[in-house]
């Protein structure tokens, strides 16, 4: 298993999760069979990837838990990451 960061959260239709991180790395959200399979390093279905403009946001497909998770796509280092949940605006 890769190390990372993690954070499980509930979505609502009108929500996403806002990443802002300090360095480029990988930002992904999983439900939870694909994050399994992340934990054990197979193969997975995700939203996002690697990511080096923030903040970036993570829309998931479907309300319900995900989770998120945070890498540094093989890189040696730490990183300092913001997770965080926002909704979604629509146009006036």
């Excluded at 996403?16 to 054990?40: E, G, H, M, Q």
Aim: hydrophobic share 35%; net charge negative.
């Amino acid at each position: 298993m890769q190390e990372h960061l993690h954070k499980r959260l509930a979505l609502g239709e009108d929500e996403f999760v806002r990443i802002d991180s300090d360095t480029p790395c990988n930002a992904l959200l999983l439900d939870d069979d694909n994050y399994a399979s992340y934990r054990k390093g197979e193969d997975c279905e995700y939203v996002g990837g690697f990511v080096r403009d923030f903040p970036t946001p993570l829309f998931p497909p479907s309300a319900g838990e995900w989770n998120v998770v945070i890498d540094l796509a093989g890189s040696d280092g730490t990183i300092k990451c913001n997770i965080t949940k926002a909704a979604r605006t629509s146009p006036s």
